[in-house]
T-cell receptor
Framework: DTEVTQTPKHLVMGMTNKKSLKCEQH?????MYWYKQKAKKPPELMFV???????INESVPSRFSPECPNSSLLNLHLHALQPEDSALYLC????????????FGQGTRLTVV | KQEVTQIPAALSVPEGENLVLNCSFT??????LQWFRQDPGKGLTSLLL?????REQTSGRLNASLDKSSGRSTLYIAASQPGDSATYLC?????????????FGKGTKLTVNP
């Protein structure tokens, strides 16, 4: 099973709302990632968790807060977002943080109104 | 800083044609190169992973090659089908500056016409 599951598939939220995106994998992968993708652009890395610890934060604004409760789960907590944060948010995982194949979920389409 | 370029940006071919997508990268110090497929509004599907020590990988009608010294990779699709229509992205995992990062090209949008 090479599946990364993301929920919800679509999310519409107001600028004062708090919401969370969820990601789950059961491949025993020890690295998990959040990417942001705007229309007609390649994915941009946001965060990397290696062995359940945050290893990379690509200078992402604090209104995005990642969390890795265990080795299978990755959350992205959202608060006070701006309309320009509307994008496709992709979760990915790989067996190890480096030099292994990355598997992506189907993404959450986020719209901030 | 590693940069990845994909040419062409868009390609339209008739069904049944063999085609080649190109990917180039500026720094040959990479762990691996990965090709992905993305359907509109969907996530990325991994197609092929080539380690830096390898020259090519094959999966079904797909063949990917890697020439690390020249900073080039190609994805060959044989006997194209309308279902192959999607955006194809290549990404490299750099040796330096954080190997956890994938550096993506902007993709090639492929349309296969019936």
């Amino acid at each position: 099973d090479t599946e990364v599951t993301q929920t919800p598939k679509h999310l519409v939220m107001g600028m004062t709302n708090k919401k969370s995106l969820k990601c789950e994998q059961h491949m025993g992968h020890r690295a998990m990632y959040w990417y942001k993708q705007k229309a007609k652009k390649p994915p941009e890395l946001m965060f990397v968790y290696s062995y359940e610890k945050l290893s990379i934060n690509e200078s992402v604004p604090s209104r995005f807060s990642p969390e890795c409760p265990n080795s299978s789960l990755l959350n992205l907590h959202l608060h006070a977002l701006q309309p320009e944060d509307s994008a496709l948010y992709l979760c990915a995982s790989s067996q190890y943080p480096a030099n292994t194949e990355a598997f992506f979920g189907q993404g959450t389409r986020l719209t901030v109104v | 800083k590693q940069e990845v370029t994909q040419i062409p940006a868009a390609l339209s071919v008739p069904e049944g044609e063999n085609l080649v997508l190109n990917c180039s990268f500026t720094d040959s110090a990479i762990y691996n190169l990965q090709w992905f497929r993305q359907d509109p509004g969907k996530g990325l599907t991994s197609l092929l992973l080539i380690q830096s020590s390898q020259r090519e990988q094959t999966s079904g009608r797909l063949n990917a090659s890697l020439d690390k010294s020249s900073g080039r990779s190609t994805l060959y699709i044989a006997a194209s089908q309308p279902g192959d229509s999607a955006t194809y992205l290549c990404a490299v995992s750099p040796l330096q500056g954080g190997s956890e990062k994938l550096v993506f090209g902007k993709g090639t949008k492929l349309t296969v016409n019936p």
